[in-house]
């Protein structure tokens, strides 16, 4: 026998876990195999689905970022719009007008003004200068906190 026909008769042999002799790769060793080539392929489509999703979303916001950038006027406007829309279902606004929005940032320096004194962070303030009123708005808890009278400084002067 030459050393080709050998190789062919001798049997796959793996070591063994406690240091022996070496063992024949048995029939149990292909079930295994199927399971994990198994496990690892829904691994990679579930990867690869994900990464596709972050893609698309990424080349989303690139695009929103883009129109923000040519139009940044747009995007406040759009927030006014929802404010309105928002605080118009919880009181009636004046017409005809478009308020000057505000945000509260730090409440503290405001609380000694009665109108601020339940201000939180991020309170809206919508001032309407023709109606002479102003508006705080919670925009979390979805609520009016005060409605006031505006009065301006060249108009005191003036009377």
Known sequence: MNVPELMKKAPVMKMSPDGGRPKPLGKSSGPIMVVFILIFAVASLYFFSQWGAAKTQIKRLQAELADVRQNPGKAAREETVSLLQRVGKLMVLPEGEEPTVATVNDP?????????????????????????????YDPVANLIVEVAPVSFGQEGAAQ
């Open 108 to 136: 503290e320096r405001l609380k000694a003004q009665p109108f601020f004194a339940k201000a939180k962070q991020g309170d809206k303030v919508l001032i309407y200068t023709n109606a002479k009123k102003a508006i705080l």
